[in-house]
């Protein structure tokens, strides 16, 4: 059965710090994997990474994954209170979208 | 470039109806996929659409249908509401042609669902 699995479910930092979201998944057919952002509203999209290996950035987000272990990162550096959100990862096969239950990250100041 | 659309945005109902939930995609997106998200199950999905065609479906009972039209737009029929409906309905479209390569899934703001 496919799944995806993330953690920590939830995490509090304050502003400033580091955080590394985690994924891991087992999906058939498996082939990118997707990162998303969601506050009170729809998800938003941050990132997809196809190929082992090569970190992606935007700003002070980055994402790397791994094909032979199954897993992939998100880093936020220097938080900032607008990244309170739920961080979501989804394995994609073959356009269907396998989300994991989300980690839910506050940024106090 | 406008982004996913979905009407209408909040919608109740009462055990027994049906309802019915419009996407516009993206413009030049043919593929529309559906999700359901509940604070119990996450984000879950229903099926995929492209080119008029139900691509992919996840497991979710025969009440749960879509369609998609010759404009790429898509709805998405639930009948027989049972109070478990009660969701955040999602639609999302993408580039992703037939056998093609991955891309990435825009969503639309939702439909909110409450069943009662």
């Known amino acids: 059965e496919d799944k995806v699995v993330q953690s920590p479910l939830s995490l509090v930092v304050h502003e400033g710090d580091t955080v590394t979201l985690n994924c891991s998944y087992e999906v058939t057919n498996f082939r990118s994997l997707l990162w998303y952002k969601q506050e009170k509203k729809a998800p938003t999209f941050l990132f997809m990474l196809?190929?082992?290996?090569i970190e992606k950035k935007s700003g002070r987000l980055s994402s790397i994954l791994d094909k032979k272990e199954l897993f992939s990162i998100l880093n936020i550096t220097a938080t900032q209170t607008g990244d309170s959100a739920v961080y979501l990862c989804a394995a994609e096969g073959w356009g269907k979208l396998q989300f994991g239950a989300g980690t839910q990250v506050v940024v106090t100041p | 470039k406008a982004g996913v659309t979905q009407t209408p945005r909040y919608l109740i109902k009462t055990r027994g109806q049906q309802v019915t939930l419009s996407c516009s995609p993206i413009?030049?997106?043919?593929?529309v996929s559906w999700y359901q998200q509940t604070p119990g199950q996450g984000l879950q999905f229903l099926f995929e659409y492209f080119s008029e065609t139900q691509r992919n479906k996840g497991n979710f009972p025969g009440r749960f249908s879509g369609r998609q039209f010759s404009n790429s737009r898509s709805e998405m029929n639930v009948s027989t509401l049972e109070l478990g409906d009660s969701a955040l309905y999602l639609c999302?479209?993408?580039?992703?042609?037939?056998?093609?390569?991955?891309?990435?899934?825009?969503f639309g703001p939702g439909t909110r669902l409450t069943v009662t």
């Open positions: 413009s030049g997106h043919r593929s």
């Open positions: 999302a479209s993408s580039l992703r042609a037939s056998g093609g390569p991955s891309y990435e899934q825009y």
């Open positions: 196809t190929s082992s290996g």
